[in-house]
């Protein structure tokens, strides 16, 4: 079977659902042999595709060359071409990454940009398409390896990732190169693919031979175990998610896990490790959540997009607030305001026989309701007398009496008149604000979510 007769099969078997009539493809090419061959089969094949090329201007002359010859390759199969060029350099050193980091960042959101174009819309689906093989696919895996991504990197490159589609993977480098000769098919070297200074490039020129002398077919015994690791990952991801349902609770503000259940659960770390890293977590950093399960309630460790809270027995997973639209100014009367907290509703009631007892709702005094009312978040400092109490008490430790968590402390709002707190709102009212004896109509303030 050629490598054509390979591709056509691999695309009934893994792409059944597309077709020359239903999509369109825009094919990501470089103008070397692997992009070449992958864009001449699928012309072959009658799909509507376009070719897209960025130009990272990395290596002067020879990327423009690139980009030349792209474009006349499209003009003899009569196909679109996009081209976009782009100071990667700048961009890397902007974004402070990597230049290969820049570089599929920058190629990758303009190929998604691309796919909004008309073209690319006058069929029920769009999608991008790239030249990755099985050689590629081998290096993945080993430079997956000896970083530790876990058994997640062993699985290589996917075949279908959201919008893109890499049908080439199951082929071979030399297979796709002796399919370019045989149809007389031009190409251009890209000379940064004898750098050894790349990782990749140091594993495909340096490792990857020397394993050969010892292990001649290293590369199908590699190709299988991605297989291999792609189907014990389906395994162990089913296993995971059987862990994920008995320890990661909702709660009003995030996530909660028992941390006596998480303790005895085996394996402990790498459960621990596969829900950090939901939320942000770095693997530098999970020793640090792991000593948080035994720190002291209120202990903090935090990521780049979430909280980890020790509380009391539970590890509380919270999303990090940006601390926006913290304050509500009430200049005039309204019967609602809302706020991040949720809604208070005020009405002008006679003085009721019998007082609601409740957190949700409060009486005060008419006459001594003066604007402008500020509802805030709690301050350090900030203290009230507690209704039925004659003394003060800071409003921190009334809450610890409560015994909340810092997630539902960090949630509590209070309205305030002339720096006075009039109710830690839910909670209770102040005591210097309840209607007297002689009050003919009174306030009330209700609460809701």
């Known amino acids: ?5 390979a591709f056509q099969l691999q695309w009934k078997r893994k792409f059944s659902y597309l077709h020359p009539h239903n999509c369109t493809l825009l094919v990501a090419v470089s103008g070397g042999v692997d992009s070449v061959v992958l864009l001449h089969c699928l012309h072959k094949m009658q799909f509507r595709v376009a070719a897209a090329h960025v130009n990272f201007q990395l290596r002067g002359d020879e990327s423009n060359r690139d980009a030349l010859f792209v474009q006349q390759t499209c003009e003899k199969y009569n196909i679109p071409f996009y081209l976009k060029t782009v100071n990667t350099q700048a961009f890397a050193d902007e974004e402070k990454i ?5 570089a599929r960042r920058l190629r ?6 691309l796919l909004q174009q008309p073209y690319f819309k006058t069929t029920p689906n769009a999608f991008i398409v790239t030249a990755h093989h099985a050689n590629d696919n081998i290096e993945t895996l080993l430079h997956h390896l000896f970083r530790g991504t876990g058994i997640a990197g062993l699985q290589g490159i996917p075949q279908k990732n959201n919008h893109i589609i890499r049908p ?3 082929a071979y480098k030399q297979d796709i190169i002796e399919y370019a000769e045989q149809h007389n098919l031009k190409w251009v070297n890209d000379s940064s693919n004898k750098k050894q200074d790349y990782t990749r490039n140091f ?12 292990f001649p077919n290293i590369d199908s015994i590699l190709t299988e175990n991605i297989q291999r690791f792609q189907e014990a990952n389906q395994l162990y991801q089913q296993a995971l998610q059987n862990h994920f349902k008995k320890l990661i609770q909702h709660n009003e503000y995030g996530y909660q896990i028992p941390i006596e259940l998480l303790k005895k659960t085996q394996p402990f770390t790498t459960v621990l490790w596969e829900i950090a890293k939901q939320f942000g977590c770095q693997s530098t950093q999970l020793i640090s959540i792991e000593k948080l399960l035994d720190a002291e309630n209120g202990s903090i460790v935090e990521t780049s997009t979430h909280r980890f809270i020790k509380n009391r027995k539970w590890l509380l997973i919270q999303l990090r607030s940006n601390q926006i639209n913290d304050l509500v100014t009430i200049q005039e009367w309204s019967n609602q ?7 208070l509703l005020f009405d002008k009631v006679p003085v009721p026989e019998n007082f609601e007892a409740n957190s949700q709702t409060i009486y005060i005094d008419e006459t001594s309701l003066q604007f402008p009312l500020i509802i805030r978040k709690l301050k350090t400092g900030d203290y009230f007398y507690p209704f039925g109490m004659k003394h003060k008490k800071k409003i921190s430790r009334f809450l610890i009496d409560l015994k909340l968590s810092l997630p539902e402390k960090e949630n509590v709002w209070v309205l305030e008149m002339k720096k006075k707190i009039i109710w830690v709102i839910g909670y209770r009212a102040d005591n210097r604000f309840k209607v007297n004896a002689n009050a003919k109509q009174c306030i009330k303030i209700a609460y809701l979510k």
């Open 1 to 5: 079977m050629n490598l054509f007769e």
């Open 98 to 102: 990597s230049i290969q980091e820049a």
């Open 108 to 113: 990758y959101d303009w190929f998604e940009q």
């Open 168 to 170: 080439l993977l199951f």
């Open 203 to 214: 594993i495909r020129l340096q490792i990857l031979p020397q394993l050969q002398q010892y």
């Open 337 to 343: 305001i809302h706020y991040n907290g949720g809604k």
